[in-house]
């Protein structure tokens, strides 16, 4: 039981959770009015969790006969055989139903709202079939989870919300640019369709770097006027754009090599920290977790 569980994790990538989970709960502290129930919490964070696993069991379904074929995952459980279609469907079947289920239990809008959600985690591993952009597909997706948490805590969506997601969404569609270039000549061979594959590895590098600028623009505008932040947000977002400029030095078009350590560290940190700094910041200028 346990050798299938870690295939299961490995299937699912589960250490990936640490790139979204930060920033949603950075968005629960952010956007409540109030402390909410400890249930309510629960249910948004396993909402969000079995959210992820389901798009993750759809890639790893729609893509396996690629990943077989390609040198960086044919040895991945699902490529290699050690999980059969049948037990990803399993999977996928639980998870998206804890995540209906989960979503009911939060409100009425979230639980109407998430067919939609799981239709854009089906679109995603099927978008470089068809487009050239699908890396702004997966922004979509993390550009709702503040908004699903708004809808969450206060059955509303909110400018707050939508400068959150818009942060997410730039930087998530940033480094899967980036991610995406350790793939360049296989989807090249295989037809398959990305930014680096329209334009090339240089334009897609100046693109990312473009894209995570416009994360920390849409999370400086939140904190000077919808937040409002202290100067510990502030300070924090500094940091944050260290790390940034940190990871874009790991990788240039004729040195790809480093970029596993740009991709996983670096992003990794990056999504702790700012909860991190969100924390400490609504702690310092707020009485509301001593109420």
């Not at 591993?125 to 699908?134: E, I, S, V």
């Amino acid at each position: 039981m346990l050798r299938r569980f870690n295939l299961y994790s490995e299937l699912l990538k589960l250490e990936h959770t640490i790139f979204a989970l930060p920033f949603a709960l950075a968005s629960i502290i952010i956007l409540m009015r109030e402390i909410p129930p400890v249930k309510r919490i629960i249910f948004i964070v396993l909402a969000l969790v079995m959210a992820r696993l389901t798009g993750m069991a759809f890639n790893r379904l729609l893509d396996r006969e690629f990943d077989a074929q390609n040198p960086r995952t044919r040895l991945w459980p699902h490529a290699s055989g050690f999980v059969k279609t049948w037990e990803i469907k399993i999977i996928l079947s639980i998870t998206s139903l804890l995540f209906i289920i989960s979503c009911a239990f939060i409100n009425k809008l979230a639980l109407l709202l998430s067919p939609f959600v799981i239709g854009l985690l089906f679109i995603y591993p099927l978008a470089k079939r068809f487009t050239y952009y699908p890396h702004f597909i997966l922004g979509i997706v993390y550009f709702l989870i503040p908004v699903a948490v708004d809808i969450a805590l206060n059955e509303r969506i909110g400018l707050m919300a939508v400068l959150l997601g818009l942060g997410m969404a730039f930087w998530v569609a940033g480094f899967d640019i980036l991610y995406s270039l350790q793939d360049y000549e296989f989807d090249l061979k295989m037809g398959l369709k990305s930014i680096p594959v329209r334009f090339g590895i240089k334009r897609a590098i100046t693109l990312a770097r473009v894209l995570h600028l416009l994360t920390l623009l849409s999370l400086l505008l939140l904190g000077v006027f919808y937040y409002p932040a202290s100067a510990i947000y502030f300070i924090g977002l500094l940091v944050m754009a260290g790390f940034l400029w940190y990871e874009h030095t790991l990788i240039s078009e004729r040195d790809l090599s480093k970029l596993n350590k740009a991709f996983f560290t670096v992003n990794g940190i990056i999504s702790i920290l700012f909860f991190l700094l969100v924390l400490l910041d609504r702690l310092l200028r707020s009485d509301l977790f001593i109420k």
